[in-house]
């Protein structure tokens, strides 16, 4: 138990997933104890199999490393800055994986749990907060995700008046490495791409052409699907993560622009042949044992995934560690219930984090689990709660989160359908705007050239002004 006599008063953080795992983290790191709440094992979730902390329940990805010009991995940065947990145990724990971080997800939140069950100021309670916490907790993170258990979900909405926003998420499957036939595959990244402990061979590749995948394509649509129940069929799906039967759904092409898309990879067996589409498989452990299909969340039955999925070349023969999977998640209506340090505005001892905040991906949730932590932190030693620059990474996607989504028109108002809060990934979107550089001789920059350096500039601009933000923190 935590010895509070010398110590200020615990916060309370709800849910030990990356949002939850981050923001105890941050606050015992400042000084504060931390009870951290977490209902695995005692009641389980639609995806999560293990009860360790930090569990990653989809793709093992963190996605680009990047921190020149991709958003992602500007956040990335960020986060190894701000001393995060989730970043030291990825870095800690990575797999090759092209340009993208990647990790071996059982070493990953085996670290993260041995991290804070070894933390002195940290407490881990296995229980499930059923309704909203404690009166008797003046200080709360509610991490819970986009599995909140139903009991908490309700309370929110019950306390916040608000109609509860969802949308579906798709789990996709694993392969063992032994039963894909390397005869039809290969070995590439994407325009041979070199990432963080990567070679530029880091995926493997399954090639199709037309009629492979035109029959591909009549197996996805005719497949056996998971019914949905009457309170869900309205409910709207993340862009980010569409199962691949909606896409297929959305025409014969979508898959080859998105996930199977054959750009940038070269059969070496068949140099001067182009494929008409591409399935990828991504390392997923460190042993390279698992390989997951990239991209290919699915609500196919599991039955029918085996049958669909060995229709492609190399797969014939695959045997599935673990097949795909749909779950319901849930998240707030954000600008319009939380201030700008993730309080509650209708009870502030409520803080929330992670995706029920309305961001989306296993880095952005760490990332508003750090902010969470961090202000919370503040509170509780009577400093100011002070919010990252709206010019870094972490300050873009809290300005989505509490203030940054386009309002309503009246117009919309007007017409019954209001324009919804919807969940987003890190971009530099929603970066303040930057002008491209000039260059020596004073020329401007046309086209990708000029797409480029500004992502440059912006994330030369993140650095600096995150530098600037930690320093007057440590002042405060």
Known sequence: MIDTSKT??????VGGGLAGSEAAWALANRGVPVVLHEMRPVRGTEAHQTDRLGELVCSNSLRSDDAETNAVGVLHAELR?????????????QVPAGGALAVDREAFAAAITAALEG?????IRREEIAGLPDPAWDSVVVATGPLTSPALASAVAALTGEKELAFFDAIAPIVHAESIDMGKAWRQSRYDKAGPGGTGADYLNCPMNRDEYEAFVDALLAGDKVSFKDWEATTPYFDGCLPVEVMAERGRETLRHGPMKPVGLT???????????????????AFGTLWNLVGFQTKLKHGEQV?????????????????????????????????????LKSEPRLRFAGQITGCEGY?????????????????RLGREALPPPPTTAMGALLGHITGGHLAESAEEAASGRPRAF??????????????????????RLRGSEKT??????????????LAAWNAAEAEN
């Open 81 to 93: 800055a701000c001393g995060s947990i989730v970043m030291a145990a990825a870095d800690a724990h």
């Open 307 to 343: 049958r669909v999925f060995r229709m492609i070349p190399g797969l014939e023969n695959a045997e599935f560690a673990r097949l795909g999977g749909l779950h319901r998640n849930t998240y707030l209506n954000s600008p319009k219930l939380l201030d700008a340090t993730l309080r």
């Open 363 to 379: 880095v952005e949730s760490a990332a508003i689990g750090h902010l969470a932590g961090r202000f919370a932190a503040a509170g």
């Open 452 to 465: 480029v350096e500004k992502k440059r500039a912006m994330a030369a601009r993140a650095r600096a002004d």
């Open 422 to 443: 919807q969940p987003m990934n890190v971009n530099f979107g929603l970066f303040p705007p930057i002008e491209a550089p000039k260059t020596k001789d004073g020329r």
């Open 119 to 123: 933390h002195p100021l940290i407490e």
């Open 8 to 13: 200020p008063s615990p916060v309370h953080v």
């Open 267 to 285: 059969d070496p067996r068949n140099p001067t042949v182009k494929s008409h589409a591409i399935v990828q498989l991504r390392q997923d452990n």
